[in-house]
């Protein structure tokens, strides 16, 4: 799968609640990242003094994606491997495909009941 170099979504998930006040916590990690430092790095000095996993970093990046920020793709993807978050393999993505045209034709099926 070729993944671009950096995405950027068009707005953010249309689901998405914005945070209250407070900095939510993915907005410090997906700063740090989009300027340069590794998600190990981030996950061992988060501002509360407590070390996080290199897979809850991994996580509020993809928040990040899911509020509409722009994204270095190819560079998450390696370190989501890294942190023992691989992006789904070609075959992972054709059973999602495949499960959802399930799901939408058995959904169908029920509403013309």
Known sequence: MVLPATYTPAAPWAHWVPPGKRVPAWEASWTRFTSGTSVESIAMSQSSGKAIQPATVVKHLFDALIAGRPLAMQRL?????AAGA???SQGEWEQLAEAEAEAKAKTEAALAL
Request: proline share 25%; net charge positive.
């Open 77 to 81: 993807r390696l370190a989501a491997a």
């Open 86 to 88: 691989p992006a789904p």
